[in-house]
């Protein structure tokens, strides 16, 4: 995943998953979420 690597990965099957929830600021985060063009990224 080429968007905050520092907390995203790539899984086996395609799909974005956190591998690091403190990998950068809740506000780096947020932004990342609100540009997902899938809208599939969300706070639990």
Known sequence: MDTLPSVFTMNDRGVSVVHNE???????IQS???NCPAL???WK
């Open 40 to 42: 599939c990224i969300h």
């Open 22 to 28: 403190n990998g950068a600021s809740e506000g780096e």
């Open 32 to 34: 990342v979420i609100d």
